[in-house]
């Protein structure tokens, strides 16, 4: 790695972080305040050992005994005190920007599309927002103040060694370029570990979700050992690549030890002849020492703190990744205030990558009105739902609400009129009032009314804590059922102007579903509602059925007409 590459790094971390960073301007004064007294004092400490052995050992000079020990003792209260300061403001900044670069990677993430959702693991966004994020804040609260101390306290000792001998100088400090291209080489290794460390971290992070997420159904298929071993095999691939890291890195201390022990062994003969010659007083000589001596441990710690730089450019690559990327939908600038009287779906196709999931698809549903979708799993109709609520947006074609294209909407105004159930349920770890009003203002007469429509209410009286009881993660303190009927509580307390139920009674008994049925009779009219399934007890409420196949409408007409003039959807019809 060249210095212009190693500049060029450095230059566009920084710049990168500097939005970040501007506002921290005091603090970063303050650190850098108490990060000269540091350099400062450590530079006198080194020079206050020719005084002490002229002075005092040598002339045995009385009032010089009384004096320089204070001097000494200033000079190390005042080390001790500037590195307090520095450290104490730089974790400051640190720590905040930090938090705020985790917020806002969240919100930009969360601005995604699905499709962007679908291709990465959870554990590796979630490795992303905290993982890669925590490597950057070693690099602004320690690595950054710790690189400019170290820089300002060698150049305070380099002038200390030059003042007592230019010559001996020339010996003590030829180490300093001649170390500079084996710890470059370390540098680029330890960026390309630190990078393949941080994508095995994440890894191991999707592989824990993984496991938790489907603890039931490795119970269930007593397959526990399996999961040990591939979380294992993650490890121990983290477990190399953090030894290797190691291995690369630590050799920058041994190299700086053995430049280090020839540049002093040099200056001991060079220096001890001048001093038996008396060309140098032995405090100036020892001053150099002393000088020569504090200056390698700043000049390797640089070294060193160059190496982990490596790591924070790889977890900033990461992170700016996400943040540098564009969300592929974008928001319209329309409100949807409007009531919403039709859908138009003209002409649209859909693909998933390269596979098609729906081709040419033409349908159009007016308020009040209320659909079926049906057909085999796999023919598109969760994808149309999706289209709709623009989680994915179409490859061609167009879906129009009122005579507007629905990509001129905000997303939030759109979704605001639109409530789904479907069969994935989610349940947060809160009480079922904020389950059911999530993301709205809690109205406890109307959750309790949603709970009736969904015919839960019941039992949820019957809690101790009635709807402020707290259900567990993935609503595990539920059944099958009941986590269904919350789900339906929630869309109806939504009382949106599109209700999408896609399999929404799935996990519901005969005798639920048909008293769910003739709550939802009774809600089908003034709003569009767009029903997803197999049951065709559940297909009776709409008004017109649409038949899938292969991502294609087929037929479209009521169930009976269906059945006299669409084959396939007899066919279907008698498989299910």
């Known amino acids: 790695m060249s210095n212009n590459e190693k500049e060029n790094d450095l230059k566009q971390f920084f710049i990168r972080l500097s939005p970040y960073v501007k506002e921290y301007k005091l603090y970063l004064f303050y650190s850098i305040i108490g990060t000269i007294l540091v350099a400062g004092a450590s530079s006198a400490s080194a020079y206050l050992v020719k005084p002490v052995l002229d002075e005092i050992f040598i002339k045995k000079d009385a009032t ?107 010996y003590g400090l030829v180490v300093m370029p001649l170390a500079l291209y084996p710890i470059s080489r370390i540098a680029k290794s330890m960026r390309k570990n630190s990078k393949k460390l941080q994508e095995k971290n994440a890894d191991l992070s999707s592989k824990l979700i993984e496991i938790f997420n489907n603890m039931e159904l490795i119970k269930a298929s007593a397959s526990e050992k399996i999961e040990c071993n591939q979380f294992s095999n ?34 001991i003969v060079i220096g001890g002849q001048k001093v038996i010659n008396d060309e140098i007083s032995a405090g100036s000589f020892f001053s150099f020492v002393t000088a020569l001596f504090m200056l ?119 979704r605001s009129k639109i409530a789904i159930v479907t069969q994935k349920i989610f349940i947060f770890n809160d009480s079922i009032a904020q389950n059911i009003a999530y993301n709205r203002e809690i109205d406890e007469e109307k959750v309790k009314l949603a709970l009736q429509q969904a015919r839960i209410l019941e039992y949820v009286e019957s809690l101790p804590n009635g709807i402020h009881t707290i259900l567990d993660e993935f609503g595990v303190n539920l059944s099958g059922g009941q986590r269904q009927r919350i789900a339906i509580a929630r869309a109806l307390y939504k009382n949106p102007e599109i209700l999408i139920l896609d399999e929404a009674t799935s996990a519901l008994d005969n005798k639920t579903e048909q008293e769910f049925r003739d709550t939802l009779s009774g809600l089908l009219q003034d709003r569009i509602v767009i029903i997803i399934t197999h049951r065709l007890s559940t297909v009776s409420l709409a008004q017109k059925i649409y038949f899938f196949q292969k991502g294609k409408i087929i037929a479209n007409g009521t169930q009976a007409e269906l059945l006299e003039k669409c084959e396939s959807f007899r066919e279907y019809y008698k498989s299910i």
């Open 234 to 267: 993650y490890n121990k691939e983290i477990f190399k690549i953090s030894m290797k890291t190691v291995r690369v890195s630590e050799l920058t201390s041994p190299l700086m030890e053995t430049l280090g022990a020839i540049a002093i062994a040099v200056v």
């Open 64 to 170: 010089m005994l009384q004096i320089l020990p204070f001097f000494v003792v200033l000079a190390y209260f005042s080390k001790g005190f500037g590195a307090w300061i520095q450290t104490y403001f730089m974790s400051f900044v640190g720590q905040d920007i930090v938090r705020r670069i985790k917020e806002i990677l969240l919100e930009k993430i969360l601005t995604f599309e699905m499709e962007f959702f679908n291709r990465y693991r959870n554990g590796e966004l979630v490795s992303r927002v905290t993982s890669d994020v925590s490597v950057i804040q070693n690099a602004v609260s320690n690595y950054l103040i710790e690189a400019i101390k170290n820089s300002l306290v060698v150049i305070g000792l380099v002038v200390v060694v030059i003042y007592q001998s230019p010559e001996l100088a020339f």
């Open 296 to 414: 390698y441990t700043p000049f390797k710690s640089l070294n060193n703190l160059y190496s982990k730089f490596q790591i924070a450019f790889a977890a900033s690559d990461r992170i700016f990744e996400m943040l540098d990327r564009r969300a592929r939908i974008q928001d319209g600038e329309k409100e949807l205030n409007e009531s919403i009287q039709k859908v138009v779906f003209k002409n649209v196709d859909l693909f998933y990558q390269q596979k098609q999931a729906l081709s040419d698809i033409n349908l159009e549903v007016k308020r009040g009105e209320s659909i079926a979708l049906v057909g085999s799993s796999g023919g598109g109709k969760s994808s149309l739902v999706n289209l709709l609520l623009r989680l994915y947006a179409p490859n061609n074609g167009k879906i129009i609400i009122n005579d507007t294209n629905i990509q001129d909407f905000t997303q939030g105004s759109l």
